[in-house]
């Protein structure tokens, strides 16, 4: 089953869900966060940072139909530390884990697709979802999948044992019941506009319990039923998948497997793609953009942001307990010139909230425009710090782009009397450091999420499992709890673009830039479905025309 053209898919986006009544077209149609940016349907937007279109649909005409076999070699920035999909946070985590779990159901550029559930349908108030599992999904142990292994997975989601870091977004979920062997019913406390968004996600995977019980879903054996399955992992070095025989989708994948290593070397990245080392290079660096777009050996995707970069502090200490200095750091801050430091321009300055101005719910208006230093250095005097302050900034020291952000964000820090150290540690540490609230201050990123509960739940929401620092704002969580509820859209968006002014004016991270994501790939690789929402589920189609 081949995906429907850009042009088809973006014009029917929240309009349709597959086999769902009206009333859950509806619940899909409000949960608009996922939405493609207004530049994906080829142009690139005023504002984006952009010299050519976007891409995302593979446009080179293959000799014939999608040729089975093969393994393509897929080349990323970091290893994942965590692949337990239920307690994962980094991206690279995401990647990989959309090829080897499934879950109830996918969004693909926002339409709500059948996956493990072939069919659902909505109670007229709105609490009561009741999936039917299609009969021929299986996970890679071999066993069929049912409504128990989903009524365990998101249980163990909501189980604080778990730590899942999104557990905040499944708290309307009230109970799950395993029918039979494949039927499952949901009740909600509350209705929930973004449920379907959040259970599409591989965050919501569907796990084995045998082997999440046995040795956990971190090491050699995985316990999902998606078209991979693991077959080796040396750590920080290689992630070998293979084909899953017994996948429910007709002849999908057409791979017989993914290579995945890893490499923060970025100068070595670009050259493994063009030396033909690797068949797929997720994200270079930006600096080699230009060039890799331009080498008429390889195909190159993408255009639209992804990741959201900022820069966070730890409002559980001293002196970011104080909104004062929060938002005199805020006022300092040049973003653009942060983006065109660190990432050489491609992407979009941040002037508001988590939100890019073109996504369902972000602030049409900027809160922050060129730097104030006279208000910044009123602030921080306003504080008790009109002399400045001496703090740390933690970066990981393998992301190169993310320490550009840091040192430029040290210079103009510098500018009211901020004496910034720059604080450089392996992901591993950072990770660490950051669960524990041992920062003052941390570059770093957040993915794009479907809907925009899910990250603002998970980030900024008291008890989130990436709320690090443990901000918390009784304003700025009624209108996120609310917004999860509210059916119709434009409310919803109204309740976000509230509570992203309350982010931005006071809340626990200065936003920078939302960066432009880019893959490139050797001729040979086809299929190529990108969607910004973002997902990488599209992996399961590509192929190789050799």
Known sequence: MRRRTLSST?????????????????????????????????????????????????????????????????????????????????????????????????????????????????????????????????????????????KYSLERIKDPKTRAPRARSYESISSVTAEDDRT????????????????????????????????GLNGGVDGGSGPFKLASRVTGQTIKLDRHDKYWEKGVPYLDGLDFTFNPDDNARAAAVRSGTIDFLWRPAPEFIGALKADQALKWYGGSGSLSLHLRLNTGRPPFDNVKVRQAIYHALDRQEILNVANSGFGTALNAGYLPPDRFGALATPVYGKPDIEKAKALLAEAGHAGGFEAKLMVIATSAFQVRSAEVEQQQLAKIGIKVTIESVEATIADSKTKSGDFDMYQSG????????????????????????????????????????????????????????????RGPVAMTFLNADFDIVQKDVMGYQGDPTPTYRFYRHLWLDR
């Not at 076999?69 to 970091?78: A, D």
């Not at 739940?457 to 989130?464: D, Q």
Request: proline residues 5%; contains cysteine.
């Open 10 to 150: 973006l014009s029917s986006t929240f309009s349709s869900v597959i086999a769902a009544g009206a009333a859950l077209a509806v619940l899909a149609a409000c949960g608009g966060g996922g939405a493609p940016p207004s530049g994906a349907q080829g142009t690139a937007t005023a504002n984006d940072g952009l010299t050519a279109d976007v891409r995302l649909q593979d446009e080179t005409k293959p000799q014939g139909p999608p040729e089975p076999g093969g393994r393509l070699g897929i080349m990323i920035r970091l290893d994942a530390t965590e692949l337990d999909p239920h307690r994962m946070s980094e991206t690279s985590a995401f990647v990989i884990n959309e090829q080897i779990y499934e879950s109830l159901v996918h969004s693909y550029r926002g339409e709500i697709q059948p996956a493990l559930a072939e069919s659902w349908k909505q109670s007229d108030d709105g609490r009561t979802l009741t999936f039917t599992l299609r009969d021929n999904a299986y996970f890679h142990s071999g066993r069929k999948v049912t409504a128990d292994d989903v």
């Open 184 to 215: 499952v019913v949901l009740k909600l406390s509350k209705p929930n506009a973004a449920i379907l968004t959040l259970l599409s996600t591989s965050a919501s995977s569907i796990v084995d319990r045998s082997v999440a019980e046995k040795g």
């Open 446 to 505: 957040f993915g794009l999420t479907y809907d925009p509960d899910e990250r603002f739940s998970a980030s900024f929401l008291k008890g989130g499992g990436l709320n690090y620092g443990n901000w918390s704002d009784p304003e700025y969580e009624r209108l996120v709890v609310e917004a999860r509820s509210e059916l119709d859209s434009a409310k919803r968006a109204e309740l976000y673009q509230r509570a992203e002014k309350i982010l931005a004016e």
